[in-house]
């Protein structure tokens, strides 16, 4: 396969697509709906655990059938089309499909799947991977390597447009050179890509495809290799059967009702009870049926405030540790989470294997916050109870969008936060492409804003310093150093991509991070799941959503 890198006038393109994409993906969330308790107990982290049974409602127990409320980003059920960070999305591709190396539901590390077993050379540019034996799709065919090295090729076609493609950006190949082994190679040394194969939904060489005609066909009727299989799409519902030849064994659940609704359709379906489960979007705030549980588990997002190192003289560590230590998390949480964010020392989840033990986060400490302050010149010299540095007057402009409530309401409460220490700020509240288009041009003080948390713990497109010029990269808030940089390259080319090594750079990131605070990590948002009394053995998983617990599911 010939080298698939972009020429610099189409990889600038392209980049700016994909940072639209990423962008999106913080979009609106519940609104505040509960006072702040000031005598808020310290947070703990919560770890993934399967849910505790419910007792079953009575009849419940004869029953065979269930139906499930979603939101799809796409109308599709090609795993190569939906995006991977959308609950909804993850639990249709887990039900009909395998992923290769699917991530561990506790702490987010590759598990054996669809590939049981893999090695990565010492130059980390090549990975070997051994297909499990005996697995068949829906229709009976074998699964084999054919299969793996196909999804692969599919996964980073131009033409395919995949989400997948720019997370494997260095993959140049895949070769089935047995029935049983593929061979990946790599551009450069890049453990972040092997992650991001594991996650990889396997698709079937001999139903999928070349050409579009094809694809729009298994877009409406699909062939897995999954737990359920697909029965039919009309009328806006998605019916599915238990897959009694699976692998891993059936589902105790027969038929499966997938309804494709609106945020405002899922909300009227649930609230009426015409729902068992209703995976919940990020934009849906809903009034649960009496007795009606919702789980909620810390997604794969943090929102923080991102501060621009060009402006405000803000490259100034002691400034951005000052406006840290100026935030109670406690009462931002509660107001603008109803408590149900999860405060974050670093930019990962604290369960996730390679940075545990987690940083903790910042103690509001207001005292600390103004002598930080006055070490770094914002000092108040005339006066008025405002800072000014070095005499001159300050002015922090919060900017956020206004179409999140979660954003706009953080917003209001880190300027209010900033000016009980001196400091003066306002809001500058926009609509969602114009506050996009101020970070990626750097045309912001400070910013309410998030980014997704990669199930691999890499996230140097956010951090380098190759990545801070305006319009160019992701690190949106300039901040450049060379510590920083060197850890994230020896975290990607780790050598046989050893999780040791690996975790080891990693927990030296998050503690450095931690410190210098170039975004003032807040909090990772939540995710929900709506459950009817008698369903059992639903399990929520930061990194993995429902998928993993499927097969536990009874009444």
Not at 18 to 40: D, H, K, T
Not at 171 to 200: F, M
Not at 309 to 333: I, M
Not at 337 to 365: E, K, Q, S, V
Request: with cysteine; charged share 20%.
């Amino acid at each position: 396969m010939a080298h698939r890198r972009l020429p610099l006038r189409w990889g600038g393109v392209f980049i700016g697509i994909a940072g639209v994409v990423a962008l999106a993906i913080a979009c609106s969330f519940l609104s505040p709906s509960e006072p702040v308790n000031p005598m808020l107990p310290s947070v703990q982290f919560p770890t993934w655990t399967p849910t505790r049974p419910a007792s079953a409602q009575i009849g419940d127990s004869a029953r065979r059938d269930l139906v499930i409320g979603l939101t799809l980003p796409e109308e599709t059920l090609d795993p190569l089309r939906l995006p991977p960070d959308d609950l909804a999305a993850r639990f249709v591709v887990d039900a009909l499909f395998d992923r290769l190396m699917p991530p561990d539901p506790n702490d987010g590390r590759m598990t054996p799947g669809v590939v049981e077993t893999w090695t990565v050379a010492a130059d980390s540019q090549t990975i070997t991977l051994t297909v499990r034996s005996g697995m068949t799709w829906h229709d009976g065919t074998p699964v084999t390597a054919k299969d793996v090295a196909f999804t692969i090729h599919a996964a980073i076609s131009l033409t395919v447009n995949s989400p997948y493609f720019v997370q494997l950006a260095h993959v140049l190949s895949a070769q089935a050179i047995s029935d049983s082994t593929v061979v990946v190679h790599l551009d450069e040394p890049s453990c972040p890509d092997l992650t991001r194969l594991g996650d990889l939904p396997l698709i079937p060489a001999h139903r999928w495809g070349g050409d579009a005609r094809a694809r729009a066909t298994f877009e409406r009727s699909p062939l897995g290799s999954g737990p359920l299989r697909f029965g039919s799409w009309g009328a806006g519902e998605v019916v599915l059967w238990a897959n009694e030849a699976y692998w891993r064994g059936a589902p105790q659940i027969a038929e499966w009702r997938l309804r494709v609704l609106s945020p405002s359709q899922l909300r009227e379906a649930w609230e009426a009870g015409e729902l068992d489960v209703a995976l919940l979007p990020r934009e849906l705030a809903l009034n649960p049926p009496p007795g009606w549980p919702i789980q909620w588990e810390p997604g794969l997002e943090y929102v923080g405030v991102f501060l621009n190192q060009k402006r405000l003289r803000l490259a100034d560590t002691r400034l951005r540790q000052a406006l840290a230590l100026a935030l109670d998390r406690s009462q931002l949480n509660q107001l603008a989470l109803d408590g149900r964010g999860l405060p974050l020392g670093a930019p990962w989840l604290p369960a996730l294997w390679a940075i545990a033990p987690a940083p903790t986060p910042p103690a509001f400490n207001r005292e600390r916050a103004a002598a930080l302050l006055d070490a770094a010149g914002w000092r108040d010299t005339d006066g008025d109870g405002w800072r000014e540095h070095h005499g001159e007057p300050l002015l922090v402009r919060v900017k956020a969008n206004g179409e999140n409530p979660v954003r706009r309401d953080l917003a209001m409460l880190v300027a209010a936060a900033y000016r009980a220490v001196g400091v003066p700020a306002e809001v500058e509240i926009l609509p969602y492409l114009s506050l996009a288009d101020a970070l990626f041009r750097r045309d912001f003080d400070v910013a309410i804003f998030g980014w997704p948390i990669n199930l691999d713990p890499d996230q140097s497109w956010y951090w380098r310093s190759d990545q801070a010029q305006p319009r160019r990269g992701f690190n949106l808030t300039g901040w450049q150093d060379a510590q920083a940089d060197a850890l994230w390259q020896a975290g990607r080319s780790a050598s046989a991509c050893a999780t040791a090594a690996r975790q080891a750079v990693y927990q030296q990131l998050a503690a450095y991070l931690a410190d210098q605070r170039p975004v003032d990590f807040l909090f990772a948002l939540p995710i929900g799941v709506a459950i009817r009394p008698g369903l059992n053995g639903i399990a929520l998983s930061p990194f993995a959503g429902v998928g993993p617990s499927l097969m536990g599911w009874h009444w």
